[in-house]
């Protein structure tokens, strides 16, 4: 098994841990968006469960525009 491999493995491991992890009310700092899916639609898939079902914000680091959630923003 190559290293890339183990490497997709383990980071949908720590998601699916993430996952349990969160309550709502949470704030969830992620350092690139890369990091919620594989692709734009698992991205997506998993923004919008955390935000919408789950009920928690979350700051991306390496885009201002997604600095600073909504919630946050009064």
């Known amino acids: 098994m190559s290293i890339s491999r183990v490497a997709k493995i383990l980071i949908v491991h720590v998601i699916r841990q ?15 968006l890369d ?3 594989r692709d734009y639609d ?6 919008k469960h955390i ?8 700051v991306c ?6 600095l600073i959630p909504e919630s946050l923003r009064q």
């Open 18 to 32: 993430m996952r349990l992890m969160i309550r709502e009310g949470d704030l969830v700092f992620v350092d690139a």
């Open 35 to 37: 990091r919620l899916g």
């Open 42 to 47: 698992g991205i997506i898939a998993e923004w």
């Open 51 to 58: 935000t919408r079902e789950i009920g928690a914000d979350i």
């Open 61 to 66: 680091l390496d885009n201002e525009t997604l």
